[in-house]
């Protein structure tokens, strides 16, 4: 096992459609990380809406409250140096800007599929629920989702490897001197 590194916190917000891919580049990245001695932490939406948010509906304003739950701990997590992994769809800009702004530290990931591959993604069948009216506000379809305007890295998952993607992220923290890469990782590994 690596020796701890020495390391910066930092939260990366992955945002973007249910099904876009933001658990499977979180889940890589994490790998990755933790490969390499770094500390790191993943809030995923969905367990944080069974645990820390339980309760929170989907109205603007219990997502904006659910949002607003997971960067507090996010923000207790960057500022103790741990390298912090949100995977959440975080549909409305306003308050992933409220959250940067609180956590200093963040690195916004958009994870960005078509609505239409998104669907064919869909193992719990959650859009066509949607669709057929059994769940409503369902983001992407009866409820909006707000596109970053600047995200420090864009993900094209429909264009590009899970491989491709989690270099994007990795170098953009290298990059901005949170992590040192000693290399990449080279599986390809097919989208699902």
């Not at 953009?172 to 290399?183: C, N, P, Q």
């Amino acid at each position: 096992m690596k020796k701890m590194q020495q390391q910066r916190g930092v939260t990366i917000w992955l945002t973007g459609l249910s099904g876009s891919g933001k658990t499977t580049i979180c889940e890589n990245v994490e790998k990755y990380l933790r490969i390499e001695g770094y500390k790191v932490e993943v809030i995923d939406g969905d367990v944080a809406r069974q645990n820390l948010t339980k309760g929170l509906g989907f109205s603007k304003n219990d997502r904006d409250e659910n949002i607003r739950r997971i960067g507090f701990v996010a923000h207790l997590l960057t500022r103790n140096d741990v390298i912090v992994l949100v995977s959440v769809i975080s549909p409305y800009r306003a308050i992933r800007e409220e959250v940067r702004h609180l956590i200093g530290d963040f690195i916004e990931v958009y994870v960005n599929a078509p609505l239409l591959v998104c669907e064919q993604r869909d193992v719990k069948g959650l859009y066509q629920k949607a669709r057929d009216g059994e769940i409503k506000n369902f983001t992407g379809i009866d409820a909006p989702y707000e596109s970053p305007l600047f995200p420090e890295v864009e993900c094209i998952t429909d264009q590009e490897s899970v491989t491709e993607s989690v270099t994007k992220v990795l170098n953009k923290l290298e990059e901005l001197d949170y992590f040192r890469v000693s290399s990449l990782p080279g599986n390809e590994k097919a989208w699902g």
